[in-house]
């Protein structure tokens, strides 16, 4: 459980203590307060990722170098600064130079907000960081292949561009790697579907309340071998100059009825099969890890009906700590009472 976090120029807060206790947490306050830099920092602290951002510079607060976040997950100290976009990471006090150490130190994280639509509406990418969000919490050897992957790939991808020639001596140094965890990351990431697949069907039909068939499949853009597809695409990569095989560029596609989701579902659909890749994740990490995964959810109930709402509500895995954002309490009901309630304004967090 997460019991403290502290801010340093991270975002718009120059500096923050918040406490935490167990079960809902409720920060309240208008847009553009702070609320959900609050969660993104947690997430920050937890995952070493934001929900939010891929660049680490925006996370600092303006004119300043550097950022910290540090809270109490349990029994250890956990601490997170970038300063001039060099990472330092802690537990207890005592340095930590692996991030996959200190993400085996730390807590299970899911993160539900409103852009969480792109999942059935936008582009692959954020299809591919859900994946990536959950396998890393999911297996050992993600992390180190998914961070060896990326590397390679640019790497490989700056020599394309280098020369007025590719020196594809050079390159295929790279694609030997790109491969070798390119496979292990397409191989993990199919194995998730196929075990995200029954969760994400059962979500979808206890929060719309119909008998609705959600259905995932992983689409591995590159074939089942990823060398020979590199070695096929060698005359389009020298005319384009980017690497155009890999598990960057894999996707998985989501149907409703046995139709295209993000062409047929309608709006309420397309967010109640949002949250149903969600929820699938806490249940998934739950079963897997035998404990519940801290939930971080960003101002959604107040965009659902009162329907997926309360079967929402009902599904979130009991054990699990909640910090929730929103701009009104107007959804609250009566069955659900939240353990503390903080007033965000001005990036300043007020006891009720």
């Given at each position: 459980?997460?019991?403290?976090?502290?801010?340093?120029n991270?975002?718009?807060?120059?500096?923050?203590?918040?406490?935490?206790?167990g079960?809902?947490?409720?920060?309240i306050?208008?847009?553009a307060?702070?609320?959900?830099?609050?969660?993104e920092a947690?997430?920050v602290l937890?995952?070493?990722?934001s929900?939010r951002t891929t660049?680490p510079?925006e996370l600092?607060r303006?004119?300043?170098a550097e950022?910290?976040?540090?809270?109490?997950w349990?029994?250890?100290?956990?601490?997170?600064?970038?300063?001039?976009?060099?990472?330092?990471?802690?537990v207890?006090?005592?340095?930590?130079?692996?991030?996959?150490d200190?993400?085996?130190?730390?807590?299970l994280?899911?993160?539900m907000?409103n852009?969480?639509?792109e999942?059935v509406t936008?582009s692959?990418?954020?299809r591919r960081?859900?994946?990536?969000?959950?396998?890393?919490?999911?297996?050992p050897?993600?992390?180190?292949a998914?961070?060896?992957?990326?590397?390679?790939?640019?790497s490989r991808?700056?020599?394309l561009k280098r020369?007025?020639?590719?020196q594809?001596?050079?390159?295929d140094?790279f694609?030997?790697i790109?491969?070798?965890h390119?496979?292990?990351l397409?191989?993990?990431?199919?194995?998730l579907?196929?075990?995200i697949?029954p969760?994400a069907?059962?979500a979808h039909?206890?929060?719309?309340g119909?008998p609705?068939s959600?259905?995932l499949a992983?689409?591995?853009a590159?074939?089942p071998d990823?060398?020979?597809?590199?070695?096929?695409?060698r005359?389009?990569e020298?005319?384009?100059?980017?690497?155009l095989?890999?598990?960057h560029?894999d996707d998985?596609?989501?149907?409703?009825?046995?139709l295209?989701a993000?062409?047929?579902a309608?709006?309420?659909?397309?967010?109640?099969?949002?949250?149903?890749?969600k929820?699938?994740?806490?249940?998934?990490l739950?079963?897997r890890?035998?404990?519940?995964?801290?939930?971080?959810l960003?101002d959604?109930?107040?965009e659902?009906?009162?329907?997926r709402?309360?079967?929402?509500?009902?599904a979130?895995?009991?054990?699990?700590?909640?910090l929730?954002t929103?701009t009104?309490l107007?959804?609250?009901q009566d069955?659900f009472?939240?353990?503390?309630?903080y007033h965000?304004r001005?990036a300043?967090v007020i006891?009720?």
């Amino acid at each position: 459980m997460l019991t403290s976090l502290r801010l340093r120029n991270f975002r718009c807060f120059e500096t923050l203590l918040c406490p935490f206790s167990g079960g809902s947490t409720v920060f309240i306050g208008d847009n553009a307060q702070g609320k959900t830099s609050i969660l993104e920092a947690v997430c920050v602290l937890l995952r070493l990722q934001s929900p939010r951002t891929t660049r680490p510079a925006e996370l600092v607060r303006f004119s300043h170098a550097e950022f910290g976040v540090a809270g109490s997950w349990g029994e250890q100290e956990l601490k997170h600064t970038q300063v001039n976009g060099v990472r330092e990471l802690s537990v207890d006090g005592s340095p930590v130079r692996k991030s996959s150490d200190y993400l085996a130190a730390s807590g299970l994280v899911v993160w539900m907000g409103n852009g969480d639509l792109e999942l059935v509406t936008g582009s692959s990418e954020p299809r591919r960081r859900y994946l990536d969000f959950l396998g890393i919490q999911l297996f050992p050897e993600y992390y180190e292949a998914l961070r060896k992957y990326d590397k390679a790939l640019k790497s490989r991808n700056f020599l394309l561009k280098r020369d007025a020639a590719p020196q594809w001596a050079q390159i295929d140094a790279f694609t030997a790697i790109l491969v070798e965890h390119g496979t292990t990351l397409a191989m993990l990431r199919e194995r998730l579907i196929l075990e995200i697949q029954p969760h994400a069907a059962a979500a979808h039909q206890r929060i719309s309340g119909r008998p609705e068939s959600l259905n995932l499949a992983y689409h591995n853009a590159s074939g089942p071998d990823l060398a020979a597809s590199l070695r096929s695409r060698r005359e389009q990569e020298t005319q384009r100059r980017v690497t155009l095989a890999g598990p960057h560029r894999d996707d998985f596609l989501l149907t409703i009825n046995d139709l295209p989701a993000a062409d047929y579902a309608s709006e309420g659909q397309q967010r109640t099969i949002a949250l149903a890749l969600k929820l699938s994740q806490a249940t998934l990490l739950e079963d897997r890890h035998q404990r519940a995964p801290l939930l971080l959810l960003d101002d959604i109930f107040g965009e659902l009906d009162p329907l997926r709402r309360n079967a929402l509500l009902a599904a979130l895995p009991a054990a699990s700590q909640r910090l929730i954002t929103t701009t009104h309490l107007g959804w609250v009901q009566d069955g659900f009472q939240p353990e503390t309630i903080y007033h965000v304004r001005d990036a300043a967090v007020i006891g009720q």
